[in-house]
């Protein structure tokens, strides 16, 4: 068993067990993930510190240039994302941010008091889109950020 598949079975034991046994916590899959990033985009929290503790980087991104953070903020796993907030560049930051739709103090400032603007969700979302397309991606991020301020406007 590999880290990726006790990952994806969210087994915490056979994770640590892999790791205590001197198992490279930073591999890349074949679509450019690590079990960080995996994990935080399953919402795995426990295996998320698991992996954090044994040497995990979040800060290597997949092939779409998003980090953990960013998967775990773009599928809403608040609690995941503020484990790896302060371990993120100020851009990942700004990003989670924008997609989780909260202000500057990422922990405690309510969504409704958030100084950001849609226009500036918009902007991120923009660039993001425009650099993953010049390296050779598609627009999911800027897809993503349209999603989530159209369901932002719902009642």
């Known amino acids: 068993m590999s880290l990726f598949d006790a990952v994806k079975a969210g087994d915490l034991e056979r994770l640590e067990a892999l790791l205590a046994g001197g198992a490279d916590p930073n591999p890349f899959d074949a679509e450019g993930r690590t079990p960080l990033v995996l994990a935080a985009e399953q919402g795995e929290e426990a295996l998320v ?12 991104p997949d092939r779409m240039g998003e980090t953990a953070l960013t998967k775990a903020a773009a599928h809403g796993h608040g609690r995941i994302a503020s484990l790896l907030y302060p371990l ?5 930051q700004d990003m989670a941010r924008a ?10 400032q309510p969504r409704a008091q958030a100084p950001e603007s849609e ?6 979302a923009t660039a993001g889109a425009y650099v993953t397309g010049k390296i050779g991606g598609g627009t999911e ?4 950020m349209q999603r989530a ?3 932002a406007k719902k009642p």
């Open 88 to 92: 993120a560049s100020r851009d990942e």
């Open 149 to 151: 301020e159209k369901n």
């Open 119 to 124: 226009g500036l969700r918009h902007k991120l």
């Open 49 to 60: 510190r698991g992996l954090l503790a044994h040497g995990a980087d979040p800060s290597l």
């Open 141 to 144: 991020r800027l897809e993503r």
């Open 99 to 108: 997609l989780l739709q909260v202000g500057t103090d990422f922990f405690t």
